[in-house]
């Protein structure tokens, strides 16, 4: 095996790939971001199970079915987000060059190739879309959406506004109007949209959090966030974080996951409480 790699997609990478120091197996196990905490996964998965509980309280749902809907759910959403994360690299390879905390991802550091990030991506994706087609047409319908354009476009959203934490906070969360399709049958657009507009401003507080580790770097290579849209910004519920300390961003981002699990656990409790007294 080649100590370099020379190929470099000429759509998306212009610099030449760094000296790997991993090995490939360890490169492709790291695109998926498996290796790191599971938030990120979680972060997918919250908005599917708040849909898949309230709607099995609605229909009064057995809970050995809703074990079911859980189970699949939470291992496409995990496909979905390695997706997600393999073709942001993809488009970020250059970028990623450039900020010190993610040059040496497998990609901009030659572990793994462009064009086999592209496979892993599509290995990655094809069970998701497949586990689409398992629940009814319109539900299905809605879950594509997900792929293209939500999926596809969230990379590039850094490059053309500030606000690309607004676009991720669709692309995360459409679980949810999945989830309720499959289930409901009607999409109940009033009850929908609120919930998606309060999911998709909770996704921009957490990921400006998030991308907070890298502003400074991200003003010098020209990324556009709302990290670095904000500055300094301080609100009352943030008076306790130093927004100067990347290590803070990360762990109140990495809080976040714990509120998604309280409000399941309360909507959880809710539809136990029903079904038990039925």
């Not at 120091?21 to 695109?31: D, I, M, P, R, V």
């Not at 592209?118 to 290995?123: A, E, T, V």
């Not at 966030?225 to 008076?239: E, I, P, Q």
Request: aromatic residues 16%; contains cysteine.
């Amino acid at each position: 095996m080649s100590t370099y790699y020379t190929e470099v997609s000429p759509l998306f990478s212009t610099l030449p790939p760094l000296k790997p120091a991993k090995s490939k197996l360890c490169g492709f196990f790291e695109l998926t971001r498996l290796h790191k905490s599971t938030i990120g996964n979680l972060c997918f998965f919250w908005p599917c199970a708040w849909a898949l509980t309230m709607a099995a309280y609605s229909t009064d749902m057995p809970l050995r079915d809703l074990l079911v809907y859980f189970t699949m759910y939470l291992i496409g959403s995990t496909l979905i987000h390695s997706a997600n994360c393999i073709i942001n690299d993809i488009f970020d390879i250059d970028f990623d060059r450039q900020v010190s905390r993610t040059k040496s991802r497998p990609l901009p550091s030659g572990v793994v190739s462009v064009s086999e990030a592209w496979i892993f991506f599509f290995f990655n994706l094809s069970p998701a879309v497949a586990m689409l087609l398992l629940i009814n047409l319109k539900a299905a319908l809605i879950g594509l959406l997900e792929v293209f354009p939500l999926l596809v476009f969230y990379p590039l959203m850094k490059r053309w506004t500030y606000w690309p934490q607004a676009f991720l906070g669709l692309t995360i969360n459409w679980g949810f109007p999945t989830a309720w399709m499959m289930i409901m049958g009607t999409t109940r657009l009033q009850m929908v949209s609120i919930f998606m507009l309060g999911m998709i401003c909770w996704t921009i507080v957490y990921d400006t959090m998030y991308a907070l580790q890298d502003r400074e770097d991200d003003i010098q290579v020209g990324i556009k966030s709302t990290a670095v849209l904000f500055g300094d910004w301080r609100t009352n519920k943030f008076l306790t974080w130093n927004v100067n300390s990347p290590d803070e961003g990360r762990i109140k981002y990495e809080s976040h996951g714990i509120t998604g699990a309280l409000i399941w656990i309360g909507l959880l409790v809710d539809y136990w409480l029903k079904t038990s007294t039925a």
